[in-house]
């Protein structure tokens, strides 16, 4: 019996670990709202061997439907990329009872949905047999886990956006998704849920945001030639941040901000000649800011605040002649505020607050004739305040709090005609 009332439907697959010896009168149970507090019987019998040692089995009983949905079968990794016919991919699957543990000694039935692309063996390894995509299903009787293969082209033809749109999908628990209207469905790819196409078919924007994506972004939106907006922000994303995501040409904003993604900022996205805003704050991104930012002269906003980025503020940065907007707000950054920072003609917000940068604040800081907010607070910064400082005509939010700075208040402050915030007091 259960432990309480179903929602639904339950049904209960009996499988036996790999080499258990023991026959079953039955391997599937159904219950129901109504009976799901009745037991059921299953009998047991031993098979006779020829050795007088006594052996022992274990049965898994895995729960489906109902709210008794445990995690199932896991197939990891959830999507391979395999570059040429003939290579192999090897896969794993694991089985989880109803509290997430995981199960040793199971057997899967494996089998690919597309044959003509892809075989699997019985231990979940795979051959490329022809390009193209296909599904390999790890199945217990009613459990199931699956992976995405994608198979490239011998002379590199990228694969069809609907194609990658699906790995996407599958990757990231599309089935688990708030909005998934038309997905995996014929429709045309416009009427899929945030998702815009060209005249031609091919996939422009991407914004799915507030959706409940988990897992790892597929390596494979890499090949969206046409896409110009990827929003993945406010989900549940994991693991890194592929670099092939450098090899977009057409993408003018990226923003992956407020997931937990983790590892460092591929230095490939300094490769995208269009992009106007980038955003990756509010992760859990490592390691150093990529100097190769510098090389993104189109760049309006960066935004990399909340992580834990270490290392300096890399005076590349100050070669981005569009730049806006940039914050970098509380990470673990140290050294010097780059006086390159000085050359930015277009900035109107700086925000390097609640780091660890030493110093003093560079009088270059005073050309920033657009700049309307100046955040330097708690960090430990030295020396006294620029009274270059003063030649900032626009700026409205001067704070400077939570330093080690020195000397007195230059009277050039005084000049500051849009200056509403003064902020020095520890």
Do not use: C
């Amino acid at each position: 019996m259960l432990s309480s009332e179903p929602t639904a439907n339950v049904t209960v697959t009996i499988v036996r670990s790999d080499g258990t010896d023991i026959r079953l009168n039955k391997t599937e149970l159904i219950f129901t709202p109504s009976n799901w507090n009745v037991g059921q019987t299953v009998t047991l019998t031993a098979a006779e061997d020829e050795d007088t040692t006594d052996d022992s089995g274990t049965l898994i009983l895995i729960a489906s439907g109902g709210g008794y949905d445990g995690n199932g079968v896991i197939v990891s990794p959830k999507t391979a990329r395999i570059e040429s016919v003939g290579e192999s991919v090897q896969l794993t699957a694991t089985v989880q009872d109803q509290d997430g543990s995981p199960v040793t000694g199971v057997a899967f039935d494996w089998s690919s949905a597309d044959s003509s692309v892809a075989v699997v063996d019985s231990t979940g390894k795979i051959t490329a047999v022809n390009f193209g995509m296909t599904t390999i299903t790890a199945d217990l009787t009613t459990a199931s886990g699956t992976a995405e293969i994608l198979v490239k082209d011998f002379d590199n033809t990228p694969a069809p956006d609907r194609e990658i749109l699906e790995i996407l999908f599958k990757a990231t628990g599309g089935e688990n998704w708030e909005y998934r209207d038309g997905w995996l469905t014929d429709a045309p790819l416009d009427h899929w849920h945030g998702v815009r196409t060209d005249t031609e078919g091919r996939v422009t924007d991407l914004w799915l945001i507030y959706n409940n994506l988990t897992g790892s972004i597929p390596p494979e939106l890499g090949y969206l030639s046409k896409l110009r907006f990827l929003w993945l922000f406010q989900s549940s994303l994991t693991g890194p941040i592929p670099t092939e995501l450098g090899n977009l040409p057409q993408l003018e904003e990226l923003i992956l901000s407020s997931n937990s993604l983790t590892g460092p900022i591929p230095t490939e996205l300094g490769n995208l000649p269009r992009l106007e805003k980038l955003i990756l704050s509010r992760n859990n991104l490592t390691g150093l800011i990529p100097p190769e930012l510098g090389n993104l002269s189109k760049l309006r906003l960066l935004w990399l605040f909340l992580n834990p980025l270490t290392g300096p503020i890399p005076p590349e940065l100050g070669n981005l002649p569009q730049l806006e907007n940039l914050s970098l707000t509380n990470n673990s950054l140290t050294g010097s505020i780059p006086p390159e920072l000085g050359n930015l003609p277009r900035l109107e917000n700086l925000a390097l607050d609640r780091n660890n940068l030493t110093g003093s604040i560079p009088p270059e800081l005073g050309n920033l004739s657009k700049l309307r907010l100046l955040w330097l607070f708690q960090s430990s910064l030295s020396g006294p305040i620029p009274p270059e400082l003063g030649n900032l005509s626009q700026l409205v939010d001067l704070t400077l709090s939570s330093n080690s700075l020195t000397g007195s208040i230059p009277p050039e402050l005084g000049n500051l005609p849009q200056l509403e915030y003064l902020r020095g007091h520890p």
